[in-house]
Each structure stands twice: as structure tokens, then as C-alpha cells.
């Protein structure tokens, strides 16, 4: 199984990006998928949440509203919109995939994970 994230960048407080996760190994539209981040000097920390039904996406409290998960199936990949950036959104962003399918991942830790890519940078600054 391999996750491997795209789109990271440099970007002005206020702008957006794209994220995306490509996955290979297994197919996405039998898996939760989830995005962290990890900033400097932070612990890892939970950004959203997608079901592997696609329903009801979950958000960590700072990021709704501004960021949201969506699902590729047919190109197996996951995407993270950001729009409204902050500066206190830099990070590197990772996805992660739960070990079994079909299983709903009931929290917001990374110990419901399995599978990790190896993140993309993101700094917002102006």
C-alpha cells in the first residue's frame, strides 16, 4: 500500500490549495480516509475525515468551513480543498487509510490509522 500527497506549497494567508492523495495498493472507495497535519514543533493532529461511503465528512472545529474532503474513486485518490488559509495552517498535511475496509474509523487520532504517505508541505506567509 502506498499514499503519496501532492500540492503542497507556499501561499499567501487567504489564498488556497489543493491537496491531493494518490493511493495505490487498495481501492479508496472501500476505505475511511483521513488528512492530519503535523506543524512545527506540534503534535499530529487531525484535519478531516471522509467515510469510505462518503457521507458525512467530519472536520476538526479550526478547519471547518474552510477545508473539505472529497473522493476520486475512479482515479483512486483522495483530495483536501483548503480556501481561507491562515498562517497558523502551516503543516505538513498527511493522508492516512485505516487497515481494514469497510471500517468506520470513530477517531480523530492517528491510531486509527494504518497507512501513512509521506506528507506535503504547506506554508502559509506572506
Known amino acids: 500500500v502506498q499514499l503519496v500527497e501532492s500540492g503542497g506549497g507556499l501561499v499567501q494567508p487567504g489564498g488556497s490549495l489543493s491537496l491531493s492523495c494518490a493511493v495505490s495498493?487498495?481501492?479508496?472507495?472501500?476505505?475511511?480516509m483521513g488528512w492530519f497535519r503535523q506543524g512545527p514543533g506540534k503534535e499530529r493532529e487531525f484535519v478531516g475525515h471522509?467515510?469510505?461511503?462518503?457521507?458525512?465528512?467530519r472536520y476538526a472545529d479550526d478547519v471547518k468551513g474552510r477545508f473539505t474532503i472529497s473522493r476520486d474513486n475512479g482515479k483512486n485518490t483522495v483530495h483536501l480543498q483548503m480556501n481561507s488559509l491562515k498562517p497558523e495552517d502551516t503543516a505538513v498535511y498527511y493522508c492516512?487509510?485505516?487497515?481494514?475496509?469497510?471500517?468506520?474509523?470513530?477517531?480523530?487520532?492517528?491510531?486509527?490509522?494504518?497507512?501513512w504517505g509521506q506528507g506535503t508541505q504547506v506554508t502559509v506567509s506572506s
Open positions: 492516512a487509510v485505516p487497515g481494514t475496509p469497510f471500517h468506520t474509523v470513530v477517531t480523530d487520532t492517528p491510531a486509527g490509522y494504518h497507512f
Open positions: 495498493g487498495l481501492s479508496v472507495s472501500n476505505y475511511d
Open positions: 471522509i467515510s469510505w461511503g462518503g457521507v458525512n465528512p
